[in-house]
């Protein structure tokens, strides 16, 4: 399931991040790409240990840990200290799955079971740069407004056609989650997302909400690695 989380930052966040980042000092993507990524690979992504990456990542994930479908949907356990890319002058990624296991800079390891991307630049800003996600319904381009997020399975086969014109900024990065089966975490954010529709119509004291909210937290409690 593909999962677009709308403004997780405000416009004009998104605005003074993209400024910020058009300045920066990009690097060739293929620095940091597996040996099957490289063959694939062509863009431009800022240090680890860059410092306006390190700040603009830190911020964004404060913005997640207090954004309530983020933490439904994706149920996070970990997360990977966001990164960021530029495409331009054909810049793109071929079809590729990431890596199963990353690891954290403090030697850390995180399966991912989940992958972001924040767009930062507006739809208009470019020519291409779809992200293309292929899922057991066919594939499905993905291009949202600066501020939006995507979340899709890391499980999936995906690639980010070539920008033809203009530049595509946007923060990437992974999730591990507490429930590892997709289908799992998909019911669960189905059923917290009906929960939250009806405790809004009936009050968080209503019997059935209350009873829905014990089978929500105990299918949790069964499931979740913690
Ligand atoms: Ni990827």
Redesign the pocket.
């Known amino acids: 399931m593909l999962i677009p989380i709308d403004q997780v930052l405000d416009k004009a966040s998104a605005i003074a991040w993209r400024r910020q980042l058009e300045t920066a000092p990009w690097q060739d993507g293929k620095l940091t790409a597996g040996t099957q990524a490289v063959q694939v690979k062509a863009n431009q992504q800022l240090a680890a240990d860059n410092g306006l990456a390190i700040t603009l990542g830190n911020t964004l994930l404060r913005t997640l840990g207090a954004n309530p479908l983020f933490l439904s949907a994706a149920l996070p356990k970990k997360i990977f200290p966001p990164k960021f890319n530029r495409y331009q002058h054909g810049g793109h ?1 071929g079809l ?1 799955v ?1 890596n199963a296991i990353m690891h954290l800079p403090d030697k850390q390891m995180l399966r991912t079971d989940l ?1 972001a991307t924040l767009f930062l630049s507006e739809p208009d800003d470019y020519e291409g740069g779809e992200l293309v996600i292929e899922s057991q319904y066919g594939a499905q381009e993905v291009k949202l407004e600066a501020g939006d997020l995507l979340l899709y399975p890391s499980t999936s086969l ?1 690639e980010v056609k070539p920008v033809t014109a203009g530049a595509r900024i946007c923060a990437f990065f992974w999730v591990e989650s507490l429930v590892r089966d997709s289908q799992q975490r998909e019911m669960l954010f189905d059923l917290d997302q009906s929960i939250q529709a009806l405790t809004l119509e009936r009050g968080s004291s209503d019997h059935e909400v209350r009873r829905l909210s014990g089978v929500y937290h105990n299918l949790v409690r069964s499931w979740a690695e913690a």
């Open positions: 990624y590729h990431d992958s995906h």
